[in-house]
Each structure stands twice: as C-alpha cells, then as structure tokens.
C-alpha cells in the first residue's frame, strides 16, 4: 500500500487520516495517479475496510522499495508520526521518493538544513537491507531513524519495572546503550527496555518503562537511573536466574566431566552452584556472544588462573568455537579487567585483545 502518489498537474498528494472518505471518492473521479518512482499508474483504493491507499496495477514493473504488502498498522504509525514531527516543527513528506539512491523513506523530516529519513520498522527484515538503506541515505547526506514498531515478548513480571523478555535476533540489532526501545502503534506508546542482562538465547532481564508519544520528543528521550529498589531486584532476579542456568546445566548434561564448563569447574575444585559471585555478571553487549556470561566467563577464569599471558582473540576462537570479532572480543577484554581486579590470582596474568 502505497500512501503518495503524483497527479496529472505533477503535484506530489499524500493520503493522510484527515482526507475524508468521500472526498477521496471524488479525488478518485477526476484525478489520474502516478507512481513517484516508476510514473506508472496507481489506482486510489478507498474502502470500508482497509485504509485508503495507492496500489500498482497487477502488470506493474516497478522496482523501487515501495511497500505494497504494508499493513494498516504500519501505515497507521506512518501517520502517527508524520503528525508527531509536524508538532515539533519539521517539515513532513510522506513516502518522499530519493531517485539518486532509489529509496523511498516512511518519512523525510527537515529543519535548519538537515534532513532524516524515518523508518517505522513493523516487519522482520534481514539486518543487512536495514544496513543497506542506512548506507544508502548516509550517502547523500541523510541521516537515519528506525523506530522498531513490534511488540516484545514478556515472560515474567516482577517488583519495581522489573520484567523478564524475549528478544528476536532483529530486535536486539536495536539495542542501543543497553536499551531496546519499540513502538506500540495502537496504544501510541513507546516502550523502554533499558538495564538489559543478557540470560543467553533470547532472553534478557530489563527495566520497563513506558511514554506515550504526545510526551516524546526528538532526539528521542533517555532513560533515567535506575531506582535503588529497581537495581536490587534486577540483582536479585539475575542471581536467581544465574543459579537456575547451572542447575539446568546440570541436570541436561550427557557428557560428564568432559563438558566444559563442568570440567573447567572440576580442574578449579568448586561445584558448578558455588561458583563465585565474580564469574557469571551481566556485561553490557554480552548478547553478542550468545552464551550465557556465566558458561564463558568461567572458561575465561579458568584460563587466566593456569597461563601467564591471554590473547582475547585466541581464547574466544579456541575455547568457544566463535569468531572473536571486534565487538566480541571488546566485551570479553572488559570482563578480563575485571577479573585481574577483584581476583587474587597466584600469578598476574597479562591479557591482551590480538
């Protein structure tokens, strides 16, 4: 569905909430359409039903990004937001076609010369057309806003805004200074998943906290600190779920001492559940690694307590079968400072990224 479209006079209409339907009706009477990318025509579809839209006739060729198969809910957040950054004073264009780079953005938002594509991101697409179409605006000058517009899964509640989720591998590409922020489009409310403690796999302990869109502004707000009451229950929560993660590891294992990680445990003489409170912490971005923080951080301990010097990079491909690219290796290096701080190894290690 598309919502602009180009008249006989060439003017550029964009379909917005307040256009009634009848005066759609009669646009539709005396008003021929065209696409903006392909100027092939768009008929203007006004029913009971869906929203009111532009559509390519079935033998179109167009092969612009234009999003036929948009649902109402993603043309409503469009809408939403086009409002939304009127109020603050930019100037909006709906569905604004860049034929230099042949994208067209949800919306093209300007003030004082600078110019930002917004994206309200409904659907799951491979991270690398969300890289493409950065790159593509970055090289004319554009810059970038995606609003991931997706409802998260909650698994478990708990006291002070504490809640246990799950989050896609396409929602935590959104993850931004260990906060994930989403869009409900039918409550008009975004909500904030900050204080992320990766679980392994999918899932994550977070503060939530909501704001309805007429209190956002742009830049998008910020979470604030944490409550004392908050932080000791994501403590609490974490300890408990740490604990529960080796006991399953456990109770799942077939291989013996030859695991691992219950290996790593038998060569240090301590029992998987009395591991100390140092290995197994929740470290921003551990989310890259997809292990659980406590299985590598004790392969790391491990290592660190027999060998006088680490490379981060070695480790990480050796021991956990990984590529240890840049971010993987900055996560794992961050922990191993730690470590020589608060352990008192028989010997100083040294540790290296390369």
């Known amino acids: 569905m598309i919502l602009t479209a180009i008249t006989a006079e060439d003017h550029l209409l964009s379909i917005s909430p307040e256009m009634s339907k009848a005066s759609l009706i009669e646009l539709r009477k005396t008003t021929i359409f065209h696409?903006?990318?392909?100027?092939?025509?768009?008929?203007?579809k006004v029913g009971n039903v869906k929203i009111a839209h532009f559509s390519h006739t079935p033998s179109a060729t167009c092969t612009s990004f234009f999003s036929e198969n948009e649902s109402p809910h993603h043309l409503q957040g469009k809408w939403q937001f086009y409002s939304f950054f009127q109020s603050l004073g930019y100037s909006v264009t709906l569905e604004h076609y860049?034929?230099?780079?042949?994208?067209?953005?949800?919306?093209?938002?300007?003030r004082n010369g600078r110019s930002i594509a917004i994206e309200v991101q409904r659907s799951t697409i491979p991270i690398e057309h969300v890289n493409e179409r950065t790159n593509g605006y970055a090289s004319i000058g554009i810059e970038t806003c995606w609003i991931l517009a997706q409802s998260v899964k909650v698994l478990s509640n708990y006291d002070h805004q504490v809640v246990r989720i799950s989050l896609s591998d396409f929602q935590q590409s959104f993850i931004h200074d260990n906060t994930c922020i989403v869009y409900d489009v039918e409550l008009k409310t975004f909500h904030y998943y900050s204080s992320l403690h990766y679980l392994g796999g999918n899932q994550f302990l977070a503060r939530h906290s909501t704001l309805p869109l007429r209190l956002q502004t742009f830049p998008f707000r910020q979470v604030g600190q944490c409550r004392p009451e908050t932080v000791a229950t994501l403590h609490s929560k974490w300890q408990a779920r740490r604990m529960i993660h080796l006991q399953q590891l456990m109770k799942r294992n077939r291989q013996g001492i030859q695991h691992p990680i219950l290996r790593a445990c038998y060569q240090l003489g301590v029992y998987p559940t009395e591991l100390p409170n140092y290995i197994g912490i929740p470290i921003e971005g551990a989310e890259i690694i997809h292990r659980h923080p406590v299985e590598w951080q004790l392969l790391l301990y491990e290592a660190l307590s027999h060998n006088s010097h680490i490379s981060i990079e070695t480790f990480f491909q050796h021991t956990m079968s990984q590529p240890g690219t840049d971010k993987v290796v900055d996560v794992v290096f961050q922990y191993?400072?730690?470590?020589l701080k608060v352990v008192p190894f028989r010997h100083l290690p040294s540790v290296a990224k390369r």
Do not use: H, M, N, W
């Open 35 to 44: 696409c903006p990318a392909c100027l092939q025509p768009v008929k203007l």
């Open 98 to 110: 860049l034929p230099s780079i042949q994208q067209r953005p949800d919306l093209l938002v300007t």
């Open 336 to 339: 191993a400072e730690f470590l």
